[in-house]
């Protein structure tokens, strides 16, 4: 069997950032937009960009993703030798570890990669938005000889201390990179998306498996390896919409990003973004409700006011309920005279009759799955 | 349910109904914003858990219905073993017409191969989310050799249809075909239960004595002396086979008990072919009230006691109200309609209003822009 380009995403990270959206699913299975799930983008990316086989390195609390994921149906990814495979820590003859780190957990999959037999590997990550075309990134890998290829992203230079930040001569060619770095000495941010050239990729991680003193990460460790050595790393620009939800601030404000009159990616143009979904009929608005600014989703019935909020699959709004500046996530219910601002709601949250979940903009209130929000007294 | 075979007929006269099925049958007609009729006949099928369904396919306009169906996957029904056969019309010969008993008698090959011990007959004409477990329990417990399933019509109807006057356990008193409905007439909504071998002997001697209408020739006529009963549902029920009825069905979907009845049963949606469109764009200016609204559509305008399908514009100052406005359309700015039905892709340009009545909804067919 032959592939030309395998990717594998990294989606087994915990996401304590995200606090109690991520206590019982990984960040990639947290719910984005409405209808989607974060990890939807990386996989919509790979069905359009012709890559038809892909490995999802799970970890942490993997139950709901892989239940999510299927057999990659909803991503046309169930071809006969293409599609999603789940990939968890196993068990060898000498033991079973936890994946340590990013590049380990590829490396324990040295056995997948091989038997995928392909040329290049892509490495992405599960808790980015963004749509990208990765056989346009992979045609300039090829195109440059690269051994590998980092897609970039030009991040204000305030920010650039929070990420992998990176030197470039004018022909793209990598001259350093600096893992979160103090003193940026440029705004080229690492997106952590990599396409390596398979036997180089192959060597390195054998290599790094050896050194105790590794954290077995590409960022810290792999890519500052092969710069070291001198190989032929290049970086790839990328200048569309891009956004890291790693914090419950980020993951607000993506979400709050689709809400302006021309979004920064078209969910259902061309290049559209699939997701496994239960079958619900078109929402309903009530005869005294009030929509405007919002995302509202199937199965969604809304009797109160929303404005300027996210509203996902069979969320219930009640009479008098006031949902403004919100993000809410499937299967919430809001119940008549309820008020929520500037939260996010996660799944089959309750908010009962005249409760409250207000917070600000600095600092979104967060309610987790299936809580329950009692009105005050 | 693994001792019930079904079939699903998409042949249906379309008198009453033409100016919306000129290039696909009744069973594709859209509905609710993004179904299409079959679709509420194969899922309570499917979410009842027959795994055996033949699609009788219609004497031509089968396109939309193949590309809605395709491998049946959305519905469960792509397997190795069993699943969703189509079923396609032999054509007819030597003056013969095309008719739905033919269509049954020349596939009756495919109802005696199968293992199943009875036969689940549904025109796809009717909107339902039927338990068929409970049918067929009431046709055991009765002992009954057909049941028909009837409900009680909440609407009189131009379209004519099987009428049936049922005693209270539900067996059959009289039955016949009216040419038109009144309200309150409990009608049949095209689903019938009974043995494999009944129902293939009916077929048979109905066919092979000049019969062509499965109804008429193959159940009323040969009723006499079989324990005929009906099966009356209680549930939210329409049938769609006149203009009329598509508009005000439609639009009852617009109450909150029928829409959760009907939807949002647990263990039991209707299921429909997936397009993943993106969720509805609120922007500003949007007024809507009492309306039900699919995916994929972007509104800045006012939207009153409609049904719109997905992928609509509605634009700045445009006003819909009272209407069934189905997937593509465009309401250009400030144009307003009400009482209308339009087909797939139609415009209604900058300013134009357009005006019907509840009794007579004003009909724009497919891909007209005025």
């Known amino acids: 069997m032959k592939t030309r380009c395998l990717a594998m995403i990294l989606a087994g990270g915990q996401g304590s950032r995200l606090g109690v959206l991520t206590a019982k699913v990984a960040k990639p299975a947290v719910p984005f937009g409405g209808k989607y799930r974060i990890i939807d983008f990386p996989l919509s990316n790979c069905a359009h960009s012709g890559i038809e086989r892909v490995g999802v390195l799970t970890q942490y609390r993997p139950f709901e993703l892989n239940n999510y994921l299927g057999n ?40 997948f990669v091989e038997m995928s037999d392909p040329d290049y590997v892509l490495i992405l990550s599960g808790d980015h938005i963004y749509s990208m075309d990765y056989s346009k990134m ?59 050239t398979k036997d180089f990729l192959r060597d390195y991680l054998v290599e790094d498996a050896k050194r105790e003193e590794s954290s077995h990460d590409f960022g810290k460790d792999i890519i500052p390896k092969m710069l070291a050595d001198g190989a032929k790393l290049y970086s790839y620009s990328f200048d569309g919409y891009w956004k890291d939800v790693g914090t419950i601030e980020s993951l607000w404000q993506a979400n709050m990003d689709f809400l302006a009159d021309e979004p920064p990616i078209d969910f259902g143009g061309h290049w559209r973004i699939h997701s496994a979904n239960p079958s619900l009929p078109p929402h309903y608005i009530g005869p005294e409700a009030e929509v405007s600014h919002a995302l509202l989703n199937e199965g969604a019935v809304v009797l109160g006011t929303v404005a300027h909020s996210v509203i996902s ?40 009759p005249g409760a409250r979940v207000k917070g600000t903009p600095d600092s979104i209130a967060v309610t987790g799955e299936n809580e329950v929000v009692k009105a005050a007294g | 349910m693994k001792r019930v075979m079904s079939l699903v007929d998409l042949q249906r006269e379309e008198t009453y109904i033409k100016e919306l099925t000129e290039d696909r049958p009744i069973a594709s007609l859209p509905f609710a914003g993004r179904y299409r009729l079959v679709d509420f006949a194969l899922s309570s099928m499917v979410t009842s858990g027959v795994r055996n369904v033949g699609v009788l396919l219609p004497e031509n306009k089968s396109r939309s219905i193949l590309d809605h169906l395709r491998s049946g996957k959305d519905w469960d029904l792509a397997r190795h073993h069993k699943g969703l056969f189509y079923l396609p019309p032999v054509r007819p010969e030597n003056g013969e017409k095309a008719s739905d008993l033919r269509n049954i008698y020349y596939n009756l090959n495919f109802v005696e191969n199968s293992n199943e011990e009875f036969v689940l007959l549904a025109r796809a004409t009717s909107v339902y989310n039927i338990d068929f477990n409970k049918v067929l329990k009431f046709h055991l417990d009765r002992g ?56 293939c002997n009916v077929v048979r001697y109905a066919f092979e004595h000049g019969g062509t209408d499965f109804r008429r020739d193959a159940i009323l006529k040969q009723a006499t002396g079989l324990k005929f009963y009906t099966y009356i549902h209680e549930g939210f029920s329409a049938r769609v086979c006149s203009t009329p009825a598509f508009y005000l069905s439609n639009l009852k979907m617009l109450e909150q008990e029928v829409w959760q009845e009907l939807f949002m049963q647990e263990n039991a949606p209707i299921i429909t072919k997936v397009k993943d469109m993106a969720p509805t764009e609120y922007k500003e200016g949007a007024q809507v009230k009492n309306s039900l609204i699919a995916n994929g559509c972007e509104i800045h305008g006012i939207v009153e006691n409609s049904v719109i399908f997905r992928n609509v514009r509605v634009m700045p100052g445009a006003a819909i109200r009272n209407s069934v406005v189905m997937e593509d359309c465009v309401v250009e700015a400030d144009a307003e309609i009400e009482q209308v039905i339009t087909d797939k892709e139609v415009t209604i340009t900058r300013g134009k209003r357009l005006r019907g009545a509840m009794n007579f909804p004003v009909m724009i067919g497919k891909h007209i822009t005025i």
């Open chain 1, 72 to 111: 990659g149906n909803a991503w046309d990814l169930d071809g006969r030798e293409g599609g999603v495979f789940i990939l968890p820590p196993y068990a060898r003859a000498k033991g079973a570890d936890w994946y340590s780190g990013t590049a380990d957990a590829i490396y324990q999959n040295l056995n």
């Open chain 1, 138 to 196: 992979l045609d300039a890998h090829i195109g440059k000889g690269a051994e590998a290829t980092i897609g970039v992203i030009r991040v204000p230079m305030e920010e650039a201390s929070r990420f992998g930040i990176l030197d470039a001569e004018p022909d793209g060619r990598i001259t350093r990179f600096t893992e979160k770095p103090a003193q940026p000495t440029s705004d080229l941010a690492s997106m952590g998306i990599y396409i390596f």
């Open chain 1, 313 to 352: 699959s069979g969320v219930r709004i009640g009479k008098g309920a006031k949902v403004t500046d919100s993000v809410v996530m499937p299967f919430a219910v809001i119940e008549d005279g309820a008020v929520v601002d500037h939260a996010i709601l996660g799944p089959h949250t309750k908010v009962e």
């Open chain 2, 144 to 199: 009954a050799d057909v049941t028909v399933v009837t409900s009680k019509a909440w609407h009189s109807d131009p379209c004519s249809g099987l009428i049936v006057q049922p005693e209270k356990n539900g067996r059959i008193r009289d039955a016949a075909i009216k040419p038109e409905l009144k309200e309150g007439e409990y009608r049949s909504l095209g689903i019938f239960l009974m043995s494999k071998e009944l129902f």
